[in-house]
Nanobody, 116 residues
Framework: EVQLVESGGGLVQPGGSLRLSCAASGFTFGAYDMSWVRQAPGKGLEWVSTINTGAGSRTYADSVKGRFTISRDNAKNTLYLQMHSLKPEDTAVYYC?????????WGQGTQVIVSS
């Protein structure tokens, strides 16, 4: 059974940093591209970033480019999102996301609140 468990969210002041983690199990983690997606209060889902299997390719939404870094540790089956220079508009629930066999898998999400 695929499981994705996010952690690391919390309340942070504007300009601050957080590192999100996503612990994956139930599938061969290193064989799949992984993504982060977020949902701000009252808004739809927004793709944030994707990393390929070997971490040689990383793509970012324009809204986070230069501030967020996606990474993965295939030995630990864990996906990360390092977030710097956080802005109030980064406030959202952050989900890690797997597309496998035509099915999209989601974790439960971790809440990030950027506020003074």
């Amino acid at each position: 059974e695929v499981q994705l468990v996010e952690s690391g969210g919390g309340l942070v002041q504007p300009g601050g940093s957080l590192r999100l983690s996503c612990a994956a199990s139930g599938f061969t983690f290193g064989a799949y591209d992984m993504s982060w997606v977020r949902q701000a209060p009252g808004k739809g889902l927004e793709w944030v970033s994707t990393i390929n299997t070997g971490a040689g390719s990383r793509t970012y939404a324009d809204s986070v480019k230069g501030r967020f870094t996606i990474s993965r540790d295939n030995a630990k089956n864990t996906l990360y999102l390092q977030m710097h220079s956080l802005k109030p508009e980064d406030t959202a629930v952050y989900y890690c996301n797997l597309l496998r066999g035509g099915v999209v898998y989601w974790g439960q999400g971790t809440q990030v609140i950027v506020s003074s």
